[in-house]
């Protein structure tokens, strides 16, 4: 069974730029998270969805940071315009969704993103 | 608000010694509790879940615990080798399809 996959793996970006990250979760996986990982720190929720539809997503900056799921599969974390402060590893995670049971989440291998 | 703490921040042992790292919840209504483990620049890699039900989980030179009512969990890793330098992080998930809350980490170092 393939991993959760996520690209690019490294970004480098000046400061005030654009840039975009994507996750393709596990085949059958309905819900998908993203996270993010300042150095030093644990992964921090920015934004859950389950299929299309947001669960959560009151830790997400958006004024900048924007996100979406269009087909319930894949995702794209975007930041418009980036900050010094949005240096980090971004983290895509998915489980399924059964009713009553863990859902155990599975991470991609990471986006780390540095601004200058 | 959920909020875990994972103790020490950093630790340096040398090699075949056996070791525990800590982690506390302030929340014990907790479904699971998550050990991972991160290596430079990497991904997360689960090392062992465990049920709130449960107690332990083994797996090979490690084990951990769950004490629910206490808040706390401890990661045991015996017979240490330079290999197992990493990031240790706890992770713990409430009730329902909800994300996890992670620690800041133990940075291990061991040495040869």
């Known amino acids: 069974e393939a991993g959760v996959a996520q690209s690019p793996r490294y970004k480098i970006i000046e400061k005030r730029q654009s840039v975009a990250f994507w996750c393709n979760p596990i085949s059958g996986h309905a819900t998908l998270y993203w996270y993010q990982q300042i150095l030093g720190q644990g992964p921090k929720l920015l934004i859950q969805f389950q299929n299309n539809g947001v669960v959560d997503d009151s830790q997400l900056p958006k004024d900048r940071f924007s996100a979406e799921r269009l087909k319930g599969v894949d995702s794209t974390l975007k930041i418009q315009p980036a900050k010094l402060e949005d240096s980090a590893v971004y983290l895509c995670?998915?489980?399924?969704?059964?009713?009553?049971?863990?859902?155990?989440?599975?991470f991609g291998p990471g986006t780390r993103l540095t601004v200058l | 608000k959920q909020e875990v703490t994972q103790i020490p921040a950093a630790l340096s042992v040398p090699e075949g010694e056996n070791l525990v790292l800590n982690c506390s919840f302030t929340d014990s209504a907790i479904y699971n509790l998550q050990w991972f483990r991160q290596d430079p620049g990497k991904g997360l890699t689960s090392l062992l879940l465990?049920?709130?039900?449960?107690r332990e989980q083994t797996s090979g030179r490690l084990n951990a615990s769950l004490d629910k009512s206490s808040g706390r969990s401890t990661l045991y890793i015996a017979a240490s080798q330079p290999g197992d330098s990493a990031t240790y992080l706890c992770?713990?998930?409430?009730?329902?399809?909800?994300?996890?809350?992670f620690g800041k980490g133990t940075r291990l170092s061991v040495i040869a």
């Open positions: 465990i049920q709130s039900s449960q």
């Open positions: 995670a998915s489980s399924l969704d059964r009713w009553g049971a863990y859902n155990e989440q599975f």
């Open positions: 992770a713990v998930s409430q009730p329902g399809n909800t994300p996890l809350v």
